[in-house]
């Protein structure tokens, strides 16, 4: 959750906030169940945040509230908090590992100080001993100190290679973690909270470089139409087939996204208005050449189509600005009939 609504979890309110989400969520017939709760509490203490929004979007359109939705949100808007919960138990795991690896590495400098010592006194020895008896008491303590500095230093190389497995299988476990929590459980696309990083990583690029960049946002037509039809599900299924032709189409070093609901997003480093819009139009395209099928019952769902918006970054354009012309340039498209691209210049243009 974000600050605020924990502070407020923290504090005199957070009865009321508790009752007020029970409520909300018995008034909009949602099931109360742990993670509903979570995403509710969240909502009802954020209501401008972006969690806040797409579930009032949500409730608006009358969409209904499945564990399905519940866990594509929570993957798209709560997943700070389960990164964090991961981070802290592998740290925990870590501090263990590395707290061992100390100690196994004072015992053997121990080890080492007293091996020196001994090498020490028999140098001392050597030279002042008068007959092979004392030599051999010499000798025998040497080859004592050796065994001994030996086996400590075959646990201390034991101790470091499991360790180093064991941070091995950390780092790898944590970067699955930031991966999964850059990606938007649905469609394997990158999610809102990656797109924002990504786009103003871009920008930021861009202006280091006086390089092209374009971003595109696309809408999937009459989306809500295929949900009040065919139910949730089959919804999900036309957002991970728009979701699968993206992925084929923007590869490194496009990015593609899934912005929020039935909305996506492709940011184009690099490449010309014209390479863009052709990218797209094959996107439009594409998609809209299949009629899909229900999966549950083989009803015939017809042609999925896409509205599309793009614009080509200015010259020291902040990403929030090309992201507006982006989706003017896709509202544009739905206003002239849908199932089509618009660049946001060609609006430019216009209105001149």
């Not at 929590?181 to 930021?204: I, V, W, Y």
């Amino acid at each position: 959750m974000t600050e605020p609504v924990e502070a407020t979890l923290r504090g005199p309110e957070a009865y009321s906030l508790a009752r007020r989400a029970v409520e909300a969520m018995e008034a909009a017939s949602v099931w109360p169940t742990p993670l509903n709760f979570e995403l509710w509490l969240q909502y009802l203490g954020d209501p401008e945040g972006a969690l806040g929004r797409e579930i009032e979007r949500m409730l608006s359109a009358g969409e209904p509230f499945t564990e399905e939705v519940a866990e594509v949100l929570a993957a798209e808007y709560l997943p700070r908090g389960r990164l964090t919960e991961e981070i802290r138990d592998a740290g925990r795991v870590l501090d263990r590992e590395l707290s061992s690896v100390t100690e196994a590495i004072s015992r053997a400098h121990k080890a080492q100080s007293d091996y020196g010592r001994t090498l020490e006194g028999a140098a001392g020895s050597l030279d002042s001993a008068p007959g092979a008896p004392q030599l051999r008491a010499i000798v025998s303590d040497l080859s004592g100190a050796t065994r001994k500095i030996k086996l400590d230093n075959e646990a201390l190389e034991r101790k470091l290679e499991l360790s180093t497995r064991e941070i091995a299988r950390l780092s790898e476990h944590l970067e699955q973690v930031r991966r999964d929590s850059m990606t938007d459980a649905l469609t394997n696309l990158a999610n809102r909270k990656a797109f924002d990083e990504q786009l103003e990583g871009a920008c930021e690029t861009a202006l280091l470089e006086g390089a092209r960049l374009s971003l595109a946002v696309l809408d999937i037509d009459h989306f809500k139409r295929f949900n009040d039809t065919w139910g949730h599900q089959t919804g999900d299924q036309v957002l991970r087939y728009v979701g699968s032709v993206l992925a084929k189409a923007a590869k490194s070093p496009r990015i593609a996204a899934r912005y929020g609901g039935e909305e996506f997003a492709i940011i184009f480093p690099g490449e010309s208005l014209p390479e863009v819009e052709a990218a797209l139009e094959a996107v439009r395209k594409e998609i809209g050449s299949r009629s899909l099928r229900r999966r549950s019952t083989n009803d015939d769902l017809g042609a999925v189509t896409v509205s599309i918006g793009f614009a080509h970054r200015r010259a020291s354009e902040t990403a929030t600005s090309l992201l507006g012309r982006a989706d003017a340039a896709l509202y544009a498209s739905k206003r002239s009939g849908r199932n089509r691209v618009t660049c946001a210049d060609w609006l430019d243009d216009a209105a001149a």
